[in-house]
């Protein structure tokens, strides 16, 4: 049951796709205050409680016990202190015994999520537009309160098959030559590869939709030739728009007045990479058609995605905030400075970027309504996203393309994917990475993943091959990092032959975790899920942070600690853990509910498989469309009987349906030995272990 | 064995005590080479080494895989980025089955230590300076490579036993009545407390040994006001001295040119918290002697003991940075800034502080020899220390007081304690206080502790009380917190009582914690230690990053993650379980060695005492001198003998030895029943698990 609760006058988000009546009654759980303006949802917590969502966020798979605020924020240090992130996904799950609901504040401006912070017993959810509205899920479970929020705000965005596979990216590559090399120096080494990103310097200029021609002389021949590499081309596109006269985006914008405005109308312009830019108001549907069929140019020229950044909206600095520092430093610089006008003025200079005044400056239309920016903020990113996912679907709405942003909110889940942002080169993103998958999913965001080896910062061997082995089960499988670290693609590092290996597992796992996400996207589904939501009346299990459940039949539990041999992971339930070396060198170990200290070496990954369950395995391939799955080798510990329904397509048209794409395989072992049956499959049930 | 091999000119940092003659052979282990001046030792690692060392340093316990660079830095974001904090000690324990060795790098510049990261089989060490004494130590453990270290280097710092107490700290307490009030809310909520610490605001201004009349007009009357309830005061000195005239230890020191020059001999200034400050040369005898009497005038007044900060040096800015920086943006004012222009602008307001130039831009002496500061730069704060230290002995030889550092050197462990620097109240800061105590104990620094609940950031309750439930056993016991942060003394949280419990068990552990800690300071030893020292033959317990040995008898285990409600222990050996939630409220539970997982509610912490051991326990007391340690409860888990050596003193003079304080505790069990005895001692052995 889904209840609307409707407060002061809310702003469309476009978040919900089924239109609820308001409910007449009072809001069940929260108490509610006003102050000021703001609006107050408190909530009393018991002991037990665990408070699940917030989807791209800090810290636990429980958020409890700390204090987050959506406020969608380009800030690339992300530690335990901080409270954003790219993203707001205002979605929370309340769980213990005695209390399962999910409350959905559908609100585009800054809210504070305290959730135990200031006080352990108590949740204090703050709205400060004060306009908004909240629904209310109840269900018999976890999992079908995040299916009914799927059911409220839509069908998740469906990826082509092969963006499952392996993508190498980072900022610095600036040339068809740089791109070739990647492309072949994986090829050469069989380290398995389907697309490279082009980040900033593929574009002239920083300028949307350009591509620099001393980089890229005829991206239409590049694109061509990497497709016969089996490499898809991936490019990134910015939010701001470069203030030139005979930028074509930049005359259209201005001479349709399709960019965001101060208060007295003129076009608002904040810094970002190429300098002085315009904002696109994204909010409104005239903007997001031109601008996403500005995406045309590219997809014309052999380009089969793309990704979105800079888009909450990022804000170096302004015009104002510049002017404000300089002035400042003027006014001191004949002064004695003292120790406190230092801090002042250093913090001038620092917290010039992405500045709260300078997002209270420009003004946003939705509908018919002129908005402070402030009030939509976190709107920003999702409507990019959705400028470009209806601009592709223009240009052919048979064809899936690949689509990841790096800002968004609820809604924008049905137009594409997110990475998890800029993140660091430190072992606790590792784990960080892993948390987000079961929140990401709750809210929506089926397609995502993280920087594997860490944006920021300098990758060591150790952590990027223990990365890869969480990246290996999610479905952006990125490796990127930033200008000026250490280079990370797979073939820098001595170790390159056990990173391969590994790749190879995740190509191996293609037919299994397409199948999955497919099935989790068509019936509204998670694909990751934190174990409370199958084993809601385990208490251990539910508390677990460093393990999720995958598919319907797995569990993973990456290593995430330099020089670390092994580590524990608790069974809800029996399970065969599967030590993968590589798709072709593996050992199964049946083992027992309970807690267990499991050995894997620096070049050994886990899968733990439920008891009963089977898993399909493929040969793999160097790409996606080289992996055969219809010939597949079945992996579990079962009983006499089990099956699996699998789900495939051709992976690239739009035109798919949960039932057409499944196929059972059935497993029956007797005495004379086990079999499997599919239709249209070879299988191979060898690896299968029997009671 | 301690081999000793000299290059260039070693500098005289004071770290060793016992001349060696210089080896004649060539250095065994590492391959040597120069890079211009730098001088670099390399060495193959075999897959299976560890590395130990580096006392306060970042990261692991095994400090292999990744870079460290001793260059003492006042910089309070430790994330796993960082290479250096506030001290440098340049000690190194290379461990495997096959090669285990020290590695004492006697060169106060700045040293690289490339451990793994670079190429994960191989470790380079590069003195920049090329001037240092290399000693190589080689015994039959690594416990014993550690004691010759002690030996080379001299006895640890002695503490007075009330440093043992619980110390609450922050950074704005501005008077006495703010003091006062902390004192009294501890005594009337039975909160044991044995001191409060001042930080810089009860200074005039921020002047080294002034007292701000405003907050504190009769220091001597009020520290004897705090004596009667108990409370030792203990007063911040920082490194900078501001430059006022008529401020008398300004004027001393410009009269008889203490303070650190420019090279052409004039006062180098910087700012620091008094803003523009002179740096006393503490590497001078003289200066030495002069800046040490100066404490004398706060001993008076009554005050027990000293912490000395600010002194890497850290310099906010000096005089030639912020003109740089006001001319850089005079320069960009009424340009039209590009992005890069604006990250340059940016970082050169950021990068002002502890700016390598201005290292490079100031002299010190050492002997008769004038030596630019930054080849000597990890001494600094060694020998203010040392400076304090001395100042103290001079006042009183036969006392003992408390003094502890932010900035040390090897050597500096002789003289004071150190606590870690400016940590967060980030749970991952739980678990790197941990790791640093035995690798500041490897490197001599005995009497040292983090900042409970996190010096930067805001503390949760939950937070606070299982970073509590750890600092029962650190030396220094110290909750502190940053102005502007949220307050966390322990009674600001409705989870007090159970804080308050927690703080019960560090003082009925009193009697053991001061035995252990005087018998690894007298006899050379580690009271705090990896697992490998004690189970080297054990892989596993080799690579254990989060429990580590506590004296002979015992293992800590400490909960350092969020809303987790037990964690996973590896025993090498059978223990006994101690459960505490109270001084008098406890479980014990015999464990077998292996791998568990242990339930530990919010308000339970663990300890774990090795089978066939036993510890003494007080009743605890509301402060330090009202614990009776001859009034003792025995835990363990035993056969039908077992015994304790117990140390006491009186916990102030300085005139111990080891012999005079040991007292045997001897447990009996048989069918009757068992017994103990130890002399002047009145013992209950009725908590004795029995096999």
Redesign the interface.
């Known amino acids: 049951m889904i209840s609307r609760f409707d407060f002061g006058s809310p702003i469309d988000t476009g978040a919900v796709v089924r239109q609820l009546p308001v409910s007449g009654g009072s809001v069940p759980y929260f108490a509610l205050s006003r102050e000021d303006h703001a609006l107050c949802f408190t909530l009393d917590l018991a002991q037990d409680d665990?408070i699940f969502g917030l989807g791209e966020a800090n810290?636990?798979i429980?958020k409890?016990?700390?204090?987050y605020a959506s406020w969608n924020i380009d800030d690339g240090?992300h530690?335990?202190?901080k409270n954003s992130l790219y993203a707001s996904h205002n979605f929370l799950l309340f769980f213990s015994k005695d209390r399962t609901f999910g409350a959905f504040f559908d609100d585009p401006g800054r809210i504070t999520f305290d959730l135990?912070?200031t006080?352990?017993?108590e949740a204090r959810i703050i709205s400060e537009n004060g306009d908004l509205s909240l629904y209310i899920l109840e269900s018999e479970s976890l999992g079908a309160i995040a299916g009914d929020l799927r059911r409220l705000t839509g069908s998740s965005y469906l990826p082509p098959k092969w963006a499952f596979g392996y993508i190498q990216s980072r900022w610095g590559y600036k040339s068809e030559e740089d791109v070739r090399r990647i492309v072949s120096e994986h090829r050469r080494r069989h380290i398995p590869l389907d697309g490279v990103c082009m980040d900033i310097d593929y574009m002239d200029d920083y300028m949307d939709f350009t591509v620099d021609p001393a980089g890229f002389d005829d991206l239409h021949r590049f694109c061509g030739e990497m497709a016969e590499a089996h490499a898809h081309m991936i490019p990134i596109i910015d939010a701001g728009i470069k203030e030139k006269k005979g930028y074509e985006v930049c005359d259209e914008g201005l001479e349709n007045g399709y960019f965001c405005t101060y208060e007295d109308g003129t076009p608002f312009v904040g810094?970002?990479?190429?300098?002085?830019s315009y904002f696109p108001d994204f909010l409104r549907e005239d903007v997001r058609a031109w601008f996403g069929a500005k995406y045309h140019r590219l997809l014309d020229a052999g380009v089969d995605g793309f990704w979105n950044d800079m888009n909450e909206p990022a804000l170096?600095?302004s015009e104002n905030g510049?002017r404000k520092?300089?002035a400042q430093?003027?006014r001191?610089?004949d002064m004695?400075?003292?120790?406190h006008e230092?801090?002042h003025?250093?913090e001038v200079?620092?917290d010039?970027a992405n500045s709260p005044d300078d997002y209270k400056s420009f003004y946003q239309t939705i509908g018919r309504r002129r908005i402070r920016h402030d009030k939509v903020h976190n709107l920003y990113g999702a409507f990019m996203t959705r400028a470009a996912a209806e601009g592709m679907a223009a240009h052919n709405p048979d064809r899936r393309n690949l689509l990841f942003a790096r800002s968004s909110y609820i809604g924008a889940h049905r137009y594409g994917g997110v990475w998890q942002g800029d993140n660091?080169?430190?072992?606790?993103h590792i784990l960080l990475n892993l948390k987000m998958l079961p929140s990401l999913n709750m809210c929506g965001f089926l397609y995502t993943g993280a920087d594997i080896g860490g944006f920021n910062?300098?990758a060591?061997?150790?952590l990027l091959l223990r990365w890869l082995q969480l990246g290996v089960f999610t479905p952006l499988m990125r490796n990127h990092s930033c200008q000026g670290t250490r280079e990370q693609e797979i073939y820098r590092f001595?170790?390159q032959n056990q990173m391969r290996d590994i790749v190879t597992v995740r190509y191996a796992l293609i037919p299994y975790l397409y199948s999955e996400f497919m099935k989790a996207a068509l019936s509204g589904g998670c694909m990751f899920r934190p174990l409370a939501f199958d084993y809601p009346d385990d208490?251990?299990a539910c508390?677990v942070?460093d393990q999720v459940m995958l598919g319907g039949q797995c569990m993973i539990a990456p290593v995430y600690?330099?020089?670390?041999?092994?580590r524990?992971v608790?069974l809800p339930e029996d399970m065969l853990l599967v030590r993968f070396r590589s798709a072709s060198d593996y050992d199964c170990f049946p083992l027992e509910a309970g807690?267990?200290?499991i050995e894997l070496e620096l070049h050994e990954m886990p899968l733990f498989i439920r008891r009963g369950c089977v898993i399909p395995l493929s040969r793999g391939g160097q790409w996606v469309d080289a992996v055969d799955s219809t010939d597949l080798t079945l992996l579990g510990w079962i009983g006499s009987d089990a099956s699996y329904m699998f789900y495939d397509d051709d992976g690239l048209s739009t035109q798919v349906g949960l039932k057409d794409g499944l196929t059972e395989i059935a497993v029956k072992s007797n005495a004379q030995g086990t079999q499997a049956f599919g239709e249209g499959l070879t299988l191979h049930a060898g690896r299968l272990i029997t009671d």
């Open positions: 665990i810290r636990g429980n409890r016990g700390h204090l240090l530690t335990e202190s135990g912070y006080k352990t017993d810094a970002v990479w190429p300098g002085r170096f600095y510049i520092a300089f430093a003027e001191m610089k004695n400075v003292g120790i230092f801090f003025l250093r200079f620092a010039m660091h080169s430190w072992w606790s910062g300098d060591t061997e150790d001595s170790l208490e251990t508390r942070e600690q330099q020089n670390a041999r092994g524990y608790y807690h267990h200290w």
